[in-house]
Nanobody, 122 residues
Framework: QVQLVESGGGLAQAGGSLRLSCAAS????????MGWYRQAPGKQRELVAS????????YYVDSVKGRFTISRANAKNTVYLQMNSLKPEDTAVYYC???????????????WGQGTQVTVSS
């Protein structure tokens, strides 16, 4: 069984920083791309940032460009989201996602973390 567990959320002031982590564990053969999503109250879940299996960021939503940085440590099956210059509009539940392969003969399957709350006060 595969699990994704996020950590690092919490309360920050506008202009501050937080670093989210998401560790994948369980029966993992390999992990394809990984990403961070967020969902604010009353809004649809949106992709914030994604990164390839090789560690190259390949997407940032316009609203976080220049402020957020996605990275990953493949040896630890972990993806990070460094969030700087936080704004109140960044307040949301943040979810990590990964395309995980559990064996050589398996297709990748999407897995989700349980979410971590980020609240930015003005």
């Amino acid at each position: 069984q595969v699990q994704l567990v996020e950590s690092g959320g919490g309360l920050a002031q506008a202009g501050g920083s937080l670093r989210l982590s998401c560790a994948a564990s369980g029966s993992i053969f390999s992990i394809n791309s990984m990403g961070w999503y967020r969902q604010a109250p009353g809004k649809q879940r949106e992709l914030v940032a994604s990164i390839t299996s090789g560690g190259s960021p390949n997407y940032y939503v316009d609203s976080v460009k220049g402020r957020f940085t996605i990275s990953r440590a493949n040896a630890k099956n972990t993806v990070y989201l460094q969030m700087n210059s936080l704004k109140p509009e960044d307040t949301a539940v943040y979810y990590c996602n990964g395309g995980i392969i559990i064996g050589a003969s398996y297709f990748p399957k999407d897995y989700w973390g349980q979410g971590t709350q980020v609240t930015v006060s003005s």
